[in-house]
């Protein structure tokens, strides 16, 4: 007698190979795809509270990674509406350290243009590439109006990269970070 989950996979083909640890999906080359897996989510928090990008050192994997388990942040933005009560749900938080967190944030608002583009994630962006395009345009809200053709013209700006930093800023979920991050007092103009 064949098992029922055989014979399930068999309808409905279900794809075989490994799968995150977090959120059960199918690695594609190794990577999650599912943007709302936890460590998907903790991953682009780390890289937002990086150094070279919104330098909030305070944070480290273990609390990124529970903020995003707990719900409590799904993109960058989030940081900046948890509250003390919010950050309290993490086990590793008292008072202090939430007090340090909280004024390495309202630093962090201070960002220059190079450093919010890091920040955001974008596929096959990196620091020179971030650079390179706030040096020659100046703001976020330029950069976000460019066409493919206008972006390729900055060195290192693949066309695959210009397509996807394109694609970026017309995504509704990270255009609602943006309008976050506005409201929040980051200088996207």
Known sequence: MIPIIKIFEKLFKIPKGPKCIECKSLLIESNCPNMD???EVASWIMMWASPVAANISILDDKTTLKLAQYNLVIHPADLYDLSESDWLQIQTMDKIKIGKI???LNQSKSMD?????YGFRIKGMDLEMAKNLTNKFQSISKIRELKIESLMTVDRISEE???NI????KDSFNKKMLKALDKYGFQLD
């Not at 243009?113 to 583009?117: E, F, N, P």
Request: aromatic letters at 22%; a positive charge.
């Open 37 to 39: 897996c936890p460590v």
């Open 113 to 117: 243009a190079k450093s919010l583009l």
């Open 166 to 169: 394109k694609w970026w800023f």
């Open 102 to 104: 909280m004024q390495q």
């Open 161 to 163: 990269t210009a397509f």
